[in-house]
């Protein structure tokens, strides 16, 4: 049944040409199929509910106006639109990460600063499990670039290459961050245990 | 880097690591806030503002019954063609001559029957917009506006239209 039904709506690309053309329930149609994932991307990756509404409603607003341009040739809208949200979230990290940095700190892809999210509440608040809440808590105090990785292939079930077009890296690069994630996570989560 | 070139690395459901089944679970009906939605939809629609239709010309009440009606007219037009030879059909006309005007139901006939409070309010109707109902159109009459009544319910929902026998 889920199949038929799947099959039954509209595609991507045909909700972006009713969208462009003015017709309002292509684009809720399009908002109410992508924002539950792209929201749930940005609360852990940022873990602050109100910023990654933010991030969600300014990548919407810039798929209606043009400002990120999709090109259907280039992959899937859903891709697109997790490589614009990364992109707000780390416009978003920019100041705090100027400011936690180090003078002569090491930004490469083992010894990046691992800088915590900035509001782990209000996702902890949302979280009764606890083996949730203690797998959050590790991902939070990921660096980064490792912390993408994770959540886009653990919790989004996107490929390498996927995540790779979403990132802005290579296909080896993901594979690395990705092992290097999940051994820092496991890590944690053991040191908590 | 086309991502239509999907990895082997994609065969992998059964390896997404069990570690985050808790958190997958926990997470997946987490939704964006209904407030952002709104937001998108407001910018939507000064993003493409709609062309406005001849009723909401008349005043800012009418803008409802105008929604309503233009739905009532495309069913009219129809009804003014097909229905009308079938008055003797089981189903209720949308549309009937009252006492030489013309009567357009812009609800159902039991939604009017039973409504306790109506009122009748008066209007005006641009000839041009009553052409596709059969009105009679012509160059002289074309900028004339005909007098019609709206039946509206106590809550304000506009329930139906008549024109006058002048039509």
Sequence with gaps: MTTSATKLQPADTELLRQMRSGAADAFAALYRRHQGPLYRFALLRCGSGATAADVVQE???????????FDPLRGQLSSFLFGVARNLILQHETPRRRDAALPGAIDDEDDAPELPSDEAGPLARVLHNEAAEDVRRALALLAPHYRDAVILYEMHDLSYAEIADICQVDIGTVRSRLSRGRAALAKRLAAHA | MDIHNHDHDHQRDHQRDPLFDALRAEMATLDAPRGVEKELMQ???????????WWEALSPRWALAGSLASVAVAVLAFALTVVRPLAGDRHPPLVTHDGGGLFIALDSLERIDSEPNPRLVETEVPRTALAPLGVPLTPENAGQKVKAEMLVAADGQPLALRLSAAY
């Design chain 1, 59 to 69: 990548a919407f607003m810039g798929l209606l106006t043009g400002r990120f341009a």
């Design chain 2, 43 to 53: 910018a939507f629609a000064r993003q493409f503002p709609r062309k406005r239709h």
